[in-house]
């Protein structure tokens, strides 16, 4: 089972409310990505990391923010709740180089509630 | 049209059938081929991973790859109800690339 873990689990929030979800993974791995997820659709990927200091946006448009400062540790941010962020988020993190290409590890997922 | 179209089912069999999960693509430069698996409020896990065209087996499950059709196949012999889950096709264009996923197919294996 893969080492990375996103904390809360689930989380119910009113309109306007700053909130951070946390992902972190012990497995030494130079990239992290997050990924929205909802019911019957495609996961797609909002943002990603090389490495610390490195970010970048994914494919889906997202008003969330990541930072990386340490390489075990990529939480994202929402500054400002509101009810159209509600979703799954998924964390996941693969090593940088690894012959064929890497393997990305999930986390169990943040399901978010904005009320 | 999306890049990777996949039938989210969902999909109900009896124990011991075999399974065909597929997904079909529009872009001929997708090298890299995988299946994911997804449990119910669990995060996604590699199941099978190819590259380019041809077949892989590991047990039970067996991933197909037909590059000229732009389809790709998991099959899933002597299915059990503990196969019940989502199943996730992805696809990237290099070994680093990021992965587009289909939206997955919920699959459900009745004892």
């Known amino acids: 089972e893969a080492d990375i873990y996103q904390t809360p689990r689930y989380l119910v929030i009113g309109t306007g409310k700053k909130i951070t979800l946390e992902c972190s993974q012990t497995?030494?791995?130079?990239?992290m990505y997050w990924y929205q997820q909802d019911p019957g659709m495609e996961l797609h990927l909002i943002h990603y990391?090389?490495?610390?200091?490195?970010?970048e946006k994914g494919d889906l448009s997202s008003e969330s923010t990541v930072s990386r400062i340490r390489t075990e540790h990529f939480p994202l941010t929402l500054e400002s709740a509101r009810p159209s962020h509600t979703s799954q988020y998924l964390c996941?993190?693969?090593?940088?180089?690894?012959?064929?290409?890497?393997?990305?590890?999930f986390g169990p997922g943040t399901r978010l509630t904005v009320l | 049209q999306k890049e990777v179209e996949q039938d989210p089912g969902p999909l109900s069999v009896p124990e011991g059938a075999i399974v065909s999960l597929n997904c079909t693509y529009s872009?001929?430069?997708?090298?890299?081929f995988m299946w994911y698996r997804q449990y119910s409020r669990k995060g996604p896990e590699l199941l099978m991973y190819?590259?380019?065209?041809g077949n892989k087996e590991d047990g039970r499950f067996t991933a197909q790859v037909d590059k000229s059709s732009k389809y790709i196949s998991l099959f899933i012999r002597d299915s059990q109800p503990s196969d019940s889950a989502t199943y996730l096709c992805?696809?990237?264009?290099?070994?680093?690339?990021?992965?587009?996923f289909g939206k997955g197919t919920k699959l459900s294996v009745k004892p």
């Open positions: 996941a993190s693969s090593e940088y180089f690894s012959g064929e290409g890497d393997t990305q590890y």
């Open positions: 497995m030494g791995h130079d990239k």
């Open positions: 990391s090389y490495g610390v200091n490195s970010t």
């Open positions: 872009n001929s430069a997708f090298q890299y």
């Open positions: 190819t590259y380019s065209s």
């Open positions: 992805a696809m990237r264009y290099r070994s680093q690339g990021n992965l587009i």
